[in-house]
């Protein structure tokens, strides 16, 4: 599924959709899915919050460039 994944991607990419519209083509699949089966995501909250957490901290590690710790506390 993965290697399929990345055909259709690279596929969609040569076509001319930019980096969000490969997204949101496969977040509407994703989307589809769960509604289609009646089951959840593979993914939660907590995964969510702790990309954003992550990526805030690369944002200020890479300006204050020096390392920083990564609190997932509320």
């Known amino acids: 599924?993965?290697?399929v994944a990345m055909k259709i991607a690279i596929a969609l990419?040569?076509?001319g959709?930019?980096?969000?519209?490969?997204s949101i083509f496969?977040?509407?699949?994703?989307?589809?899915k769960i509604?289609?089966?009646n089951s959840?995501?593979?993914v939660g909250f907590e995964d969510g919050y702790k990309a954003l957490v992550i990526a805030e901290?690369?944002?200020?590690?890479?300006?204050?460039r020096k390392s920083i710790s990564i609190n997932y506390d509320w």
């Not at 496969?26 to 589809?32: D, G, L, Q, R």
């Not at 901290?57 to 204050?64: M, Q």
Request: glycine share 6%; net charge positive; hydrophobic share 50%.
């Open 1 to 3: 599924p993965f290697i």
């Open 13 to 15: 990419a040569l076509a």
């Open 17 to 22: 959709f930019t980096l969000i519209g490969v």
């Open 26 to 32: 496969f977040a509407t699949k994703i989307f589809h």
């Open 35 to 37: 509604i289609k089966q």
């Open 40 to 42: 959840s995501t593979e």
């Open 57 to 64: 901290a690369a944002y200020k590690s890479l300006g204050e």
